[in-house]
Nanobody, 119 residues
Framework: QVQLVESGGGLVQAGGSLRLSCTAS??????VGWFRQAPGKEREFVAH????????YHANSVKGRFAISRDNAENSVSLQMNSLKPEDTAVYSC??????????????WGQGTQVTVST
């Protein structure tokens, strides 16, 4: 069993920054992803990273603004979000994959954290 604890969501003005963190404990983790779901929309892939810290992938909608990274000291994965836009408003959730690839199945989901970007 893997436990996930997310933190870092909140309210920010457009153009601002937030940093989300996903701390995993329990069984060995192979890779982690971030997803988001806005009201009335389907869940959307945001980013993925191998537990070693590389490789990392980002959705085109966030590329150049968001960066996923591995924090070895904290046993966590962070999502640094810069130049935030109102359309980034969503509940962001981290996910643990069954393997090291972005194409592997997801075994565990975090509880989600709200990110709201105001105009």
């Amino acid at each position: 069993q893997v436990q996930l604890v997310e933190s870092g969501g909140g309210l920010v003005q457009a153009g601002g920054s937030l940093r989300l963190s996903c701390t995993a404990s329990g069984r060995a983790v192979r890779s982690v992803g971030w997803f988001r779901q806005a009201p009335g929309k389907e869940r959307e892939f945001v980013a993925h990273i191998h537990w070693s810290g590389s490789p990392a992938y980002h959705a085109n909608s966030v590329k150049g603004r968001f960066a996923i990274s591995r924090d070895n000291a904290e046993n966590s994965v962070s999502l640094q979000m810069n130049s935030l836009k109102p359309e980034d408003t969503a509940v962001y959730s981290c996910a643990i994959y069954s393997g090291g690839s972005v194409y592997d199945a997801i075994n565990y989901w975090g509880q989600g954290t709200q990110v709201t970007v105001s105009t």
